[in-house]
T-cell receptor, first 115, second 118 residues
Framework: AQSVAQPEDQVNVAEGNPLTVKCTYSVSGNPYLFWYVQYPNRGLQFLLKYITGDNLVKGSYGFEAEFNKSQTSFHLKKPSALVSDSALYFCAVRVMDTGGFKTIFGAGTRLFVKA | GAVVSQHPSRVICKSGTSVKIECRSLDFQATTMFWYRQFPKKSLMLMATSNEGSKATYEQGVEKDKFLINHASLTLSTLTVTSAHPEDSSFYIC??????????????FGEGSRLTVL
């Protein structure tokens, strides 16, 4: 079955330190991968995506993600975390189904950045 | 980025009544919209894919007679929770995909609608 996994429920990091939020996927064919962020009681906001090309993808708010085909991973990273980065982060994979393309989300990882 | 508006943001209703949630793409046309349900501290569960001018495609386990979806125009999709019960209380989020090479466009999300059924 096609799926995406976020192994960590929560990630804690001090402000100014680098952060990593992990994501692994299982899909047939070439993956379309996405990261979204959700603030409390809000919808999701798009951060970045990997479709093809360079394995390192840069996105909004200084975030980046590295596509690793051999490890089937797409970890989200930021060199220096901010308190305002605290939120819920979702990794997602776009898959083809009978009804067309649909997006499957991971369980989400809550990021806490302490001042 | 593209803007998706969802209304109402919060609704409280009595058990047995029906509630309609609207999802509008404000600055782009969306032939396809998606409805998700999010439980507390849980991921998003895709409920259905809403296609303009045709019937919605429901995910397995989602009752199509309970969650009525109408996508009458390129900018509006509605989700009606019929005969709501307390177990239907949840956070419902719609999204629309911008155009792009097949399957590559990103999703833009509404702000979500929190439904509480008393």
């Amino acid at each position: 079955a096609q799926s995406v996994a976020q192994p960590e429920d929560q990630v804690n990091v001090a402000e100014g330190n680098p952060l990593t939020v992990k994501c692994t996927y299982s899909v047939s064919g070439n993956p379309y991968l996405f990261w979204y962020v959700q603030y409390p009681n809000r919808g999701l906001q798009f951060l970045l995506k990997y479709i093809t090309g360079d394995n390192l993808v840069k996105g909004s708010y200084g975030f980046e993600a590295e596509f690793n085909k051999s490890q089937t991973s797409f970890h989200l990273k930021k060199p220096s975390a901010l308190v305002s980065d605290s939120a819920l982060y979702f990794c997602a994979v776009r898959v083809m189904d009978t009804g067309g393309f649909k997006t499957i989300f991971g369980a989400g990882t809550r990021l806490f950045v302490k001042a | 980025g593209a803007v998706v508006s969802q209304h109402p943001s919060r609704v409280i209703c009595k058990s047995g009544t029906s509630v309609k949630i609207e999802c509008r793409s404000l600055d782009f046309q969306a032939t396809t919209m998606f409805w998700y349900r999010q439980f507390p501290k849980k991921s998003l569960m895709l409920m259905a894919t809403s296609n303009e001018g045709s019937k919605a495609t429901y995910e397995q386990g989602v009752e199509k007679d309970k969650f009525l979806i109408n996508h009458a125009s390129l900018t509006l999709s509605t989700l009606t929770v019929t005969s709501a019960h307390p177990e239907d209380s949840s956070f419902y989020i719609c999204s629309a995909r911008t155009s792009g090479r097949r399957g590559t466009g990103e999703l833009f999300f509404g702000e979500g609608s929190r439904l509480t059924v008393l």
